[in-house]
């Protein structure tokens, strides 16, 4: 994992340091990877000039620790996660290629949970909450490709409301 994100901030750094002009391409629909919390596939769709829905599926729970205190018991192993944002993003450069976001939606999260009452033994927990985020993507110029980095909270409302955990990521989409 240490490797795929050097290898992200390394493709990152070049492409910042070898662009000149930008022909952003955020009218389409884009699928990438996702590094963070949560990690795995991420699609977004774009909608007009500043509209776009962003879907993430895969896992949650492995970025800032398995093992972590969850109502009366632990939360012991990474579990699975849809996540879900409808995004605003505006231009941040005249050429477009730095463009900015935030955006509101919900996440669905299921994983492990060891409540004391099995001694030892776990249940699986589906929880859902509300979440947000706000980032940064960096369209190349002249490429399919885009980078982005972000960061936001998730706010659980079933299983343990206001239980919260925060949300940050980077990684690639290829937009088409």
Known sequence: ?????????????????????????????????????????????????????????????GLYGTRRSYRSGDYKSVGLSVQGHYIW??????????????????????????????????ENALSLGGSGIGGLEYFPAGKPYSFFLEGGVYVELLQAPFFLNLNTGLGIRYNF
């Open 1 to 61: 994992m240490r490797k795929l994100t050097f290898f992200c901030m390394l493709a990152l750094s070049i492409g910042l340091a070898t662009s000149n002009q930008a022909l952003a391409q955020y009218n389409n629909w884009s699928v990438g990877f996702r590094i963070g919390e949560p990690s795995g596939l991420n699609v977004r769709k774009y909608f007009g000039s500043n509209h776009a829905f962003d879907l993430n599926i895969g896992t949650y729970g």
């Open 89 to 122: 993003h505006k231009a941040l450069t005249s050429s477009e290629s730095l463009r900015g976001y935030y955006g509101f939606g919900g996440q669905i999260n299921s994983r492990r949970y060891y409540p004391p009452r099995l001694n030892g033994e776990y």
